[in-house]
C-alpha cells in the first residue's frame, strides 16, 4: 500500500518520469507515513488519440466519485 498509477501523453524523458516518481514516491511517504518499501508507482504512457477511450472514459468519467482532482478538460466536447 500503496499503488500509484500515473497515465500521460508520450514526450517526457525517461530522466523526467523518474524524476516524477521520486517526488511522488517521497510525498507518499511523508503523507501517509509509511516506508518506501510499500509503495509501487507506474507510469503509461497513452496516445493521445487513445486518451479519451484508455483514460477519460474509463478512470475520469465512469469513476468521478473516486476523483480527488477533477481535470479541466473534456476530449468529447
Same mark, same amino acid.
Given at each position: 500500500?500503496?499503488?500509484?498509477?500515473?497515465?500521460?501523453? %508520450?514526450?517526457?524523458?525517461?530522466?523526467?518520469?523518474?524524476?516524477?516518481?521520486?517526488?511522488?514516491?517521497?510525498?507518499?511517504?511523508?503523507?501517509?507515513?509509511?516506508?518506501?518499501?510499500?509503495?509501487?508507482?507506474?507510469?503509461?504512457?497513452?496516445? %493521445?488519440?487513445?486518451?479519451?477511450?484508455?483514460?477519460?472514459?474509463?478512470?475520469?468519467?465512469?469513476?468521478?466519485?473516486?476523483?480527488?482532482?477533477? %481535470?479541466?478538460?473534456?476530449?468529447?466536447?
Amino acid at each position: 500500500m500503496p499503488h500509484i498509477s500515473v497515465k500521460l501523453y %508520450p514526450g517526457r524523458s525517461e530522466q523526467q518520469k523518474v524524476q516524477l516518481a521520486e517526488r511522488i514516491v517521497k510525498d507518499v511517504i511523508s503523507l501517509l507515513n509509511c516506508g518506501e518499501e510499500s509503495v509501487s508507482l507506474a507510469i503509461e504512457e497513452i496516445k %493521445p488519440e487513445d486518451w479519451a477511450e484508455q483514460v477519460y472514459k474509463p478512470d475520469i468519467l465512469n469513476k468521478s466519485e473516486k476523483l480527488y482532482k477533477q %481535470p479541466g478538460y473534456n476530449p468529447f466536447e
